[in-house]
C-alpha cells in the first residue's frame, strides 16, 4: 500500500470508531491525522523532486560521456578514418575554434571580468572593484564607507617601463 493509501485508511478507522472531534480524545486524533496527511503529501513531493533530479542527472551523465568521448576518443575506435576521404582522421577537437567548443561545453565566450585592488586612503582597507566601477572614478569603502576618488594621471616616471612609456616616441621621452 502506498502512503496516501495507508492514510486514507487509517481515516476510515478513525471515523468508524466515532471518536468525537470535540472531546480531548477525538481533537488528538484529528490533528495525528492532519500531520500524516500533512507528511504524505511532503514525501510524495520529495519522491516528485529525486525523481526529476535522477533525470536531470542521468542527461548530464550522458552529455559528459559525449564529452569525453569528444575530447580523449573512444578507445575502442581504430586511428584510421572510416570516411574514404583519404584524410589522416584527425582528432574532431582540433577542427574546432574556440566558440564551437565554448557552445559544446554549454560556456559563453566571454572574457572573464577584470577585477582592481585599491586601498582606502582613510582605513587603508583593501577594495576589490571591477573595471566599470574603476572608471567611473568614484570607490566607496567596502569597510569604512568612505567614498574616494581615482585619479588617473599621467606617467610617474619616464623610465618607469609601463606601458605608456613604452608607447611613446623616443624624443618625446
Known amino acids: 500500500m502506498e502512503l496516501k493509501e495507508r492514510a486514507a485508511y487509517v481515516k476510515g478507522l478513525m471515523e468508524g470508531l466515532e471518536v468525537e472531534q470535540s472531546s480531548k480524545e477525538g481533537k488528538v486524533i484529528k490533528a495525528l491525522y492532519d500531520l500524516v496527511a500533512q507528511l504524505c503529501d511532503t514525501v510524495a513531493e520529495l519522491d516528485s523532486d529525486m525523481d526529476q533530479v535522477y533525470d536531470e542527472l542521468d542527461a548530464m551523465d550522458e552529455d559528459m560521456d559525449e564529452l569525453e568521448n569528444l575530447l580523449f576518443g573512444d578507445e575502442e575506435e581504430d586511428e584510421d578514418c572510416d570516411c574514404d576521404c583519404g584524410c589522416d582522421d584527425e582528432d574532431e577537437l582540433d577542427e574546432l575554434d574556440e566558440e564551437e567548443l565554448d557552445d559544446l561545453l554549454g560556456e559563453e565566450a566571454e572574457d572573464e571580468a577584470v577585477e582592481y585592488e585599491l586601498t582606502c586612503p582613510n582605513c587603508n582597507a583593501v577594495t576589490v572593484v571591477d573595471e566599470n566601477t574603476l572608471l567611473n572614478e568614484q570607490v566607496c569603502c567596502g569597510n569604512c564607507g568612505a567614498e574616494f576618488e581615482i ?23
Open 151 to 173: 585619479e588617473f594621471g599621467e606617467c610617474c616616471d619616464e623610465d618607469c617601463g609601463c606601458e605608456e612609456c613604452q608607447e611613446l616616441p623616443e624624443e618625446e621621452l
